[in-house]
């Protein structure tokens, strides 16, 4: 499989690094251009509960409602560019000609009438569901029950032949063992997971996403760790919460980079997606255009750098809501307003030159609220970035090191006062760093003792690795 | 870089309030009070409590020569649990130090178990599952935990479960509770079908739904239905069937069950 690895930084310095403007920019859809000066906002939703009853019954909800409410708001609000993200719901993918392919053609008819009309720039990003299942097998002809694996690469098709613009996923490579290692407290085990069999995962998969995107004359957005790191800061939550320490959910952030560049690697182009908060990281290291989330996507779940993600987006997104009535219109219609009117400060600030000002304003609210955010500042996100690509091809090896680095930063400020922690994040920390310390330099020896240590946990198949 | 981040004054602009709350008690000195007076099963207990794996199949062994299975079980292993949750619950521990002790105390619970003379008898049967469509289970992963270190027997049926495999589970194994999670508004759709299947066939039982999108008002929309926002609420929503309490009275009473009230 061919894929080129990052050998420098795609910016000179952290410094260099805004939203709205990529070093790699894209162009697509009905007037989109990403990275280049404006900051787009990109809306996303969920239909009510019952509209998956039929096809006819979820066109209606995905078409006549939501994409059209969406339009008429952006118009309304003089927004001069929109984008709408379809996370496909479990009917989609599982019988995607009969349901995806109307919801996708409707969507694309609605943002087309607008465009025309209007003149609005506009397109659809569709992320088709992965539903794969690791007990039943991650590769073709493995899962004989659901096939899974085939549906999900079937999703893609269709997609791009009905009418997307960009298509996504967030795929599951290694969360079996992420899973059983975030409720542990187990570095090693999630670096083996989401760095090492969520590496290789990726690159099987995006390979042909690249492909397919390149025959079908489609985006190829990129692939969040939704189902690893996403988890664990959830699960980390505010300052309420005990479930799992902040100090842990930051590393597994920095190790998640790692693995969702690799999509990157093999040649997709961006916008990544926006619940992939280890975008700043990547973008320092490809250039590519990312799509980030934070205040804005309150009503999908509350982060600890609401202002701070912001920083380094190209796109601005709400993460996803419910469609159901607000007093201010639907609910796609209101959070369509933030998210826009966040862009429309960014762009305004970028005509007033101001945009480096409002970036650091953006850091400085949020930079010491926990550690996840510390790491995720422009300026340690590339620090990230550089301990990823000195430690060369392989995937074990660069996540360890985006691990440590950011166990490391977090480690300094905190020995410097600035970024406070408590007893259980400090505690952890230290572990992370003894336990990341104490694994071996080469990757054969660190997968040998892996496979050995965690043959036993549920639904791990090394075959669906190919290992 | 244009600006010295450091420089800024960050507790004018936010406040750690886990760090103003940040207790000191040391779980040693809250355990004193809970952990039993017989040395045997005082070890197991501390072994669970303090996270120990590498020993506690010996130390179940030794206590074997002159307790009972059931005794080690409840008063030592069990009770273990009791302090970890105890200590959960006060935030001075976090959710993996219960898994792990969940971890310690199914090691030694094997080693118990091999030596009961007839089956064990458990407080009551949980069945659980991740709605059909729903890959996502690590929700209900760590509820089923936290029902085993309660005394419920789990099966687990996995996720991604059709209606048609849990109402026929239910029927054959009888279970006193249970569960459906999922992760999206349109798998969650599964709980209702099953809700109305069970009713077909004459079954009624609590039924106990949770996950991300899963909201209240969409569980007590159907019969049975009783929310759980927490996976830490489970036992304790479950220990009311056990009770003998029905849905009805479960979900008439869920705010007091939830707040420890009733």
Not at chain 1, 330 to 353: H, R, T
Not at chain 2, 98 to 117: F, N, W, Y
Request: charged fraction near 25%; aromatic fraction near 8%; charge should be negative.
């Amino acid at each position: 499989m061919a894929t080129t690895k990052y050998t420098k930084m795609a910016y000179a310095s952290a410094d260099e690094m805004v939203f709205g403007e990529a070093k790699k920019p894209i162009s697509y859809g009905l007037g989109i251009k990403v990275g280049q000066g404006l900051v787009i906002p990109e809306i996303n939703f969920a239909p009510r509960p019952g509209s998956e009853k039929s096809p006819e019954s979820l066109t209606k909800e995905y078409v006549d409602y939501i994409a059209t409410d969406i339009m008429n708001r952006a118009v309304t609000l003089g927004f001069p560019a929109v984008q709408l993200e379809n996370e496909w719901i479990f009917q989609m993918s599982n019988e995607p000609e009969k349901f995806a392919k109307p919801v996708v053609a409707g969507q694309k008819a609605v943002i087309e009438k607008f465009h025309d009309q209007y003149g609005i720039a506009c397109a659809v990003r569709h992320t088709c569901a992965d539903s794969r299942l690791h007990e039943n097998g991650m590769r073709y002809g493995q899962d004989k029950t659901h096939n899974y694996p085939e549906k999900m690469m079937e999703s893609f098709e269709v997609a791009a032949e009905a009418g997307a613009d960009v298509i996504s996923i967030e795929s599951v490579g290694g969360k079996e063992i992420s899973d059983f290692a975030v409720v542990r407290q187990d570095i090693r085990g999630w670096l083996f997971g989401i760095g090492y069999l969520g590496s290789i995962d990726m690159e099987w998969l995006w390979t042909q996403i690249v492909d397919l995107a390149k025959r079908k004359n489609v985006i190829a957005g990129g692939d969040t760790n939704c189902a690893g790191a996403n988890t664990a800061m959830f699960m980390a939550g505010g300052y309420l919460d005990k479930d799992v320490p902040k100090t842990f959910s930051a590393v597994t952030r920095a190790i998640a980079s790692a693995r969702s560049l690799v999509a990157f690697e093999c040649g997709a182009t961006g916008p990544d997606k926006d619940c992939g908060y280890e975008g700043p990281i990547l973008k320092a290291i490809s250039g590519n255009p990312i799509c980030q989330e934070g205040k804005g996507a309150q009503d999908a779940h509350a982060d600890l750098m609401g202002n701070l993600i912001a920083a380094t987006c190209d796109m601005w997104s709400n993460e996803s809501v419910e469609y159901h009535p607000e007093f201010g219109g639907s609910s796609v219609q209101c959070w369509l307003g933030v998210i826009g009117y966040e862009a429309a400060l960014m762009n305004a600030a970028k005509q007033m030159k101001q945009d480096k000002v409002l970036r650091d304003i953006y850091v400085a609210s949020d930079r010491f609220r926990g550690a996840e955010p510390y790491i995720l500042a422009y300026d340690n996100a590339y620090k990230i970035g550089q301990a990823i690509i000195e430690a060369g091809d392989s995937y074990y090896l660069r996540a360890k090191a985006a691990g440590l680095k950011a166990a490391e930063l977090i480690r300094d400020s905190n020995n410097k006062g600035k970024l406070k922690l408590n007893k259980q994040e400090k505690d952890t920390l230290n572990k992370i760093i003894t336990d990341l310390n104490s694994l071996p330099d080469e990757e054969g020896k660190f997968v040998d003792w892996a496979l050995k240590e965690y043959k036993d946990v549920p639904a791990f198949n090394p075959k669906n690795y190919e290992l | 870089m244009s600006l010295d981040f450091d420089a800024v004054n960050a507790d004018k602009i936010l406040i750690r309030y886990d760090i103003v709350v940040e207790s000191s008690e040391k779980p040693e000195d809250i355990a004193k009070q809970y952990l039993p007076e017989n040395q045997f099963l005082r070890q197991i207990a501390q072994d669970v409590m303090n996270l120990k794996s590498k020993d506690i199949e010996k130390h179940v062994s030794e206590a074997l020569e002159t307790l009972s299975a059931e005794e080690i079980i409840e008063k030592g292993l069990l009770a273990g649990m009791d302090i970890v949750a105890e200590l959960y619950g006060r935030g001075i521990y976090y959710l993996p130090h219960v898994m792990v002790a969940s971890d310690a105390m199914t090691r030694g619970t094997k080693v118990a178990e091999a030596a009961l003379s007839g089956e064990r008898k458990y407080k009551g049967v949980v069945m659980m599952h991740a709605a059909e469509g729903d890959p996502h289970d690590i929700g209900k992963n760590i509820a089923a935990v936290l029902l085993k270190s309660n005394g419920f027997n789990v099966v687990d049926l996995g996720k991604d479960i059709l209606v048609d495999t849990v109402v026929d589970e239910v029927q054959k194994q009888k279970p006193d509770v249970l569960t459906g999670t999922a992760l999206m508004t349109t798998t969650m759709s599964a709980f209702s079908r099953i809700s109305s299947r069970l009713k077909e066939v004459g079954v009624e039982l609590p039924f106990i739904c949770a996950g991300g999108a899963v909201n209240r008002e969409y569980v007590e929309s159907y019969d049975m239905g009783i929310y759980s926002a927490k996976a830490a609420e489970g036992p304790g929503l479950a220990n009311k069937a056990i009770e003998g309490w029905d849905w009805k009275k479960i979900r008439s009473n869920w705010d007091d069950i939830i707040n420890g009230k009733a």
